[in-house]
């Protein structure tokens, strides 16, 4: 594979090289790992370092007041599940790419204690503003301690980044023993990918800024597993088949909802194309 290639080898430490698969997005077509099988974007370096500049603004992802009821109804749903696999009620969370920290402000309202990270100077100071605790930079240059947390989310966050092994491995340092960490990211395996291959709006770096590698519940356990983390729990849900304005109206609401129909065999069979993976950190007790 050409030098130029941001990712020349699979993400989650597996040694075979990747191959071309038929699946061409703008970048060129996805590799694959035929061992974990992991897809990756065939970007430059240079591209996907333009591509993620867009982060960097100060509305950061903050939703809209409808947006965010429902933004808090998920994540809601998300820490009660987190919950009950900690020991503690005082629970300690950073969110790593928090943007200007909506979630960390739907933490903190539930009882939680909860701190972000995120490299977009701008979204940070927004953040702040708003009174929250978020911490600016990458993750590996923060230096925070041992053991520092119950839990750690990374929402859609790894499907960004090339290098996910030293990310879990960094969250794994400092995360307590049998500590969570969530996984939130887009799901390869599910039957929207299937249906709308190159056309699934997940692998479009325009639109979302830079994704560049892409997970199955198979290839995120494969990278968990090699982290020091065990799979507590997978989710998934959504079946999408247009996107909004891609086909004629009345085509997109028919398939809207056949799609909601189909939403709860795909939450039963890991089919979804939103994915939640609740991690454990195999430590012993210090
Ligand atoms: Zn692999």
């Not at 990747?18 to 065939?42: F, H, K, M």
């Not at 009821?69 to 928090?98: F, Q």
């Not at 989310?153 to 090339?162: A, C, G, Q, S």
């Not at 479009?204 to 830079?210: A, T």
Request: charge should be neutral; aromatic fraction near 8%.
């Amino acid at each position: 594979m050409s030098n130029d290639l941001l990712i020349q080898c699979c993400p989650n430490g597996c040694t075979g090289e990747l191959y071309q698969t038929s699946i061409v997005v703008a970048e060129g077509p996805l590799g694959r790992c035929p061992s974990c099988g992991q897809l990756v974007s065939s970007c430059s370096k240079e591209f996907h370092e333009l591509s993620s500049q867009d982060w960097n603004i100060e509305q950061g992802t903050w939703p809209l007041e409808n947006d965010m009821k429902r933004l808090i109804k998920r994540r809601s749903r998300d820490l009660r599940i987190l919950s009950k696999y900690l020991s503690t009620d005082k629970i300690s969370l950073l969110d790593v790419g928090c943007s200007n920290g909506a979630f960390v402000s739907i933490a903190n309202s539930l009882g939680i204690q909860a701190e972000g990270i995120d490299p977009s100077e701008k979204a940070v100071q927004n953040g702040r503003e708003r009174g929250l605790k978020i911490h600016c930079g990458y993750l590996q240059e923060a230096g925070f301690h041992d053991n520092a947390f119950d839990a750690i989310t990374l929402y859609e966050v790894i499907e960004h980044v090339h290098e996910s092994k030293p990310l879990l491995q960094e969250c794994y340092r400092i995360l307590k023993p049998n500590g969570i960490l969530l996984i939130g990211t887009g799901n390869t395996d599910s039957w929207t990918m299937r249906i709308m291959k190159n056309r699934w709006g997940f692998f479009n770096m325009k639109v979302h800024g830079g994704h560049i590698n892409f997970f199955s519940p198979k290839s995120l356990s494969v990278l968990a597993s090699r982290s020091g983390f065990s799979v507590k729990e997978i989710r998934t849900s959504s079946v999408t088949f247009y996107e909004k304005g891609e086909v004629p109206y009345f085509l997109y609401r028919t398939a809207k909802i056949l799609s909601e129909i189909l939403n709860m065999p795909s939450k039963i069979f890991n089919k979804g194309d939103q994915m939640e993976v609740y991690l454990m950190a195999n430590k012993t007790t210090v």
